[in-house]
Structures are given as structure tokens and as C-alpha cells.
């Protein structure tokens, strides 16, 4: 099949583009004017200039004799903003991408997040019927923004478009230029987190996750959600093991009432004021406190899926490519 990836310069879609060059699929990189093509030097590609913000028609055109598109490049807030802006972006944005794969005939996999499944009262590991059941009264964007597209994708496929939903669990590993998910190993690594908020939390290589999705492109059925998931794991061990890797003192539980207070004071004064991003606004404190254990056996079932990484391997793995990329100083020990 020919397989198009928009986001093959992230740490998901270029995992996803290694994983379905080596099933032997035809790639296509889609991606915007002046993107650094050299860091796909590991790939065999036909690159095409698209991205989320082209006009769906256009966008249509550009995915000429694609099979299916995998949109790895789903919004993400680059800066903290209003919720209410972070949402309406990615709606835009994910209404262009289902109207251009419809034109184009193409199938969709949209890569989504877990932070969109609504969270077990039970505490029991959640699967992918897990859903809210209104809009989320959060205040994160990149929550709303994650479970607006979620609903999308799913409303799509209800009205009989061909689109299915992978979610990797949190994902660590090279190419996280970001850092997305990866600022938790960054934070700690460079000291900059010392503390850590108490949560259960789904770990998962970005080598694997890659894998899944390119199976969920191959193998997965429409309308169908498939979490990708790794080691269910507690905050304390997961810090714990950064901490270890990266050489530095594990860091201590800290309330979240307070975390929550300077997550909210750091994104109300970047927006006033500008300046330096904060290490911990609204988004950050959705990544490391909306997690929950997740149930993976879907996957398995469906697409033969199983991780082949535990969370040591992920970490050192990204730690690696991390001071290989200048983004941590190389250990001198």
C-alpha cells in the first residue's frame, strides 16, 4: 500500500515510517515548506508539501493515489493560550484532515491520546470504551483539544467515512524535538523537576508505539479505537527510573493543589507578559497528571500487538537520543 504520514519528522510518525518501511510499504512524508528533510535520513520517502493548516481541497489533491493517511501531526499547544483557542484550532485543523481524506478517497488513522479516554472511578486499567459522556469541565486545551478530535474521528467513521483511532500510551524515545511527552525525562535529567505529581501512568518505547500504528494502518478495522500500551507503572517508580538513568537524586512527591497553583500562575503570566515558556503550564500538568493504567488487550487480540520494550529501555533510549541531539548535556560518568 502506499502509506502517507503527516508528522514523519516527530518522534511518532518517524517510529510509525521505520515500522512500515520495514513491513516494505510504499511511504509518502507529507510535510510543510522548509521542514528539515534531513533528519529523515533513515527513511525511503516520496515527500509531498502539505500539512493540517492547507485547505482541505488542496490537501485532497497533494494525497492523490494514497491509500491511507496516518496524522501523526495532530495539535499540539505550542504555547500556552486560552482553552477555548487550543480546542477551535484542532477542530479546524481536524475537520481539513477528514475532509481531505474523504475527497481523496483515502482511509484515515488518526494518532490520538489516552488523555481523551475519560478516567475509570474504579481504578481499574482503562480500555477503549472509556469515554466522557458531555464535554470535559477541564481547564487544560490540550485535554479538549485531544478529546475534540477523538470525537471527531469516531463521528466520521459513524457516517460511514474510513477512520480509526490509534493511542499509544505515554510514549518516550528519540525524535521528540519537542519535547512532548519526552519533558518529563528532560525536566528530570536536568534538574529542573524535582518533584513529581502522584498518578498511575501507561509507559510505552516510541519503537513500539510506532509499530502499532503502522499495524492499526494495515490491520485495523474503521470506527475502532486500538490503545497501544506498554508497563503499567506508578509516578514514584516511573520518576524513579528517570532519575536512576539520568544520574540524578529521585524526586519527591509534591502536593497537586500546589503544583496546580503554579501551573495556573505560569500560564496566566506567558500570556500577559510573554517571555520564557514555563516548564509547567496547563498542558504539562495534563501530561503528567491525567494519566491512568491502560488495558492494551484489544490490540493484541486485533492486531497481534505486543511491546516488545519495558520502561528502562524507553527511558535509556530517549535519554540517549536526547544528549546525542544537544537537548541534555552528555553524561561525563
Not at 51 to 60: F, K, T
Request: proline residues 5%.
Amino acid at each position: 500500500m502506499k502509506i502517507a504520514i503527516l508528522g514523519a519528522t516527530g518522534m511518532l510518525g518517524h517510529h510509525t515510517a521505520l515500522a512500515l518501511q520495514a513491513m516494505g510499504e510504499e511511504l509518502v512524508v507529507l510535510h510543510r515548506a522548509g521542514s528539515k528533510l534531513d533528519r529523515l535520513s533513515d527513511l525511503q520517502f516520496e515527500a509531498r508539501t502539505a500539512d493540517a493548516d492547507y485547505p482541505s481541497a488542496d490537501l485532497a489533491r497533494v494525497l492523490a493515489g494514497v491509500d491511507v493517511l496516518i496524522h501523526a501531526a495532530a495539535y499540539y499547544p505550542p504555547e500556552p493560550r486560552a482553552p477555548k483557542d487550543d480546542e477551535a484550532i484542532a477542530t479546524a485543523q481536524m475537520q481539513r484532515i477528514l475532509d481531505a481524506c474523504r475527497q481523496a478517497n483515502c482511509r484515515l488513522v488518526y494518532v490520538g491520546g489516552a488523555i481523551a479516554l475519560a478516567r475509570r472511578q474504579d481504578g481499574q486499567a482503562a480500555d477503549e470504551t472509556q469515554s466522557y459522556s458531555e464535554r470535559p469541565k477541564h481547564r487544560s486545551g490540550y485535554l479538549l483539544a485531544k478529546w475534540r478530535m477523538d470525537q471527531m474521528a469516531l463521528a466520521a467513521a459513524a457516517a460511514g467515512q474510513w477512520v480509526a483511532i490509534a493511542i499509544p500510551a505515554m510514549t518516550f524515545g528519540a525524535f521528540d524535538y519537542g519535547p512532548t511527552t519526552g519533558r518529563l525525562i528532560v525536566g528530570i535529567a536536568s534538574g529542573k523537576f524535582p518533584r513529581y505529581l502522584p498518578g498511575k501512568r501507561n509507559v510505552i518505547d516510541a519503537r513500539d508505539a510506532g509499530r502499532g500504528i503502522a499495524l492499526v494502518a494495515t490491520r485495523g478495522q474503521s470506527g475502532q479505537r486500538y490503545l497501544l500500551t506498554g508497563t503499567n507503572i506508578d509516578m514514584r517508580d516511573l520518576t524513579g527510573k528517570i532519575a536512576k538513568h539520568a544520574g540524578m537524586p529521585a524526586p519527591k512527591p509534591a502536593p497537586l493543589a500546589v503544583a496546580t497553583l503554579i501551573a495556573r500562575f505560569n500560564h496566566w503570566r506567558y500570556r500577559r507578559f510573554g517571555g520564557q515558556k514555563p516548564d509547567l503550564d496547563e498542558t504539562a500538568l495534563a501530561i503528567i497528571t491525567a494519566g491512568q493504567f491502560l488495558d492494551g488487550s484489544k490490540a493484541k487480540q486485533a492486531l497481534g500487538f505486543v511491546a516488545e520494550h519495558d520502561p528502562d529501555a524507553a527511558i535509556a533510549y530517549a535519554l540517549t537520543w536526547f544528549r546525542s541531539v544537544g537537548m541534555l548535556a552528555a553524561r561525563t560518568n
